[in-house]
């Protein structure tokens, strides 16, 4: 049986999720935070800050050389912004599905941006896109410290086994 967990334990994914300074606004910290939880997803790590400029470049990195980089940084860093680092089997791409398509008007019905978003510019959250950049999402915004380690009651009937 602790064999049986040891081996799920390490299967288990992680990834980065951030409810960006229009999502926080709106006050819809709750709103999406209940989905992650209602999935069946844990919660590992979780903190409010107002990012940098620099620290919004470092994290968008990839995106340098796109003509909306410098908004999207100003953007990022001009208030509190919901970091997170949730845990689960296949967390880092269903994330991205309950997250829905970049782009608001693209997203279906039923996902955060698809409900909740109107605009790119404006789309309210972030998650990770695979898993190295998740690997490096998390690092770049929590110490190892900062992730939680523990078994939630809930487990064995969210996964089915003992
Ligand atoms: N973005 C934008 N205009 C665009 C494309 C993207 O403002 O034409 C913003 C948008 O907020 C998006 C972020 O840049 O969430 C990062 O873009 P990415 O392509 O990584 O989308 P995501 O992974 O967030 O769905
Ligand atoms: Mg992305």
């Known amino acids: 049986m602790l064999q049986e967990q040891e081996a799920r334990a390490a299967e288990l994914e992680r ?28 919660l590992v790590a979780i903190k409010l800050v107002v ?5 919004a470049q470092k994290h968008y990195h990839d995106l340098k050389d796109r003509p909306f980089f410098n ?8 208030g509190p912004v919901l970091a997170m680092v949730w ?7 269903y994330g991205r ?12 019905p039923g996902t955060i941006r698809g409900d ?23 690092a770049l915004w929590f110490e190892p410290r900062d992730l939680v380690s523990y078994t939630s009651n809930e487990e064995k009937w ?3 086994v003992n």
């Open 87 to 93: 845990e689960g089997e296949g967390v880092i791409k």
């Open 116 to 138: 909740l978003a109107v605009v790119v510019g404006r789309n309210i959250i972030h998650g990770s896109d695979g898993p190295e950049t998740a690997k490096a999402e998390i």
């Open 97 to 108: 599905k309950l997250i829905g398509a970049t782009d608001p008007q693209k997203s279906e």
């Open 15 to 42: 990834t980065f999720i951030a409810i960006k300074p229009d999502g926080v606004q709106r006050g819809l910290v709750s709103e999406i935070l209940s989905r992650f939880e209602r999935k069946g997803f844990k």
């Open 158 to 160: 969210i996964y089915g």
């Open 51 to 55: 990012p940098s400029k620099e620290f």
């Open 71 to 78: 908004g999207l940084c100003d953007f990022l860093s001009s």
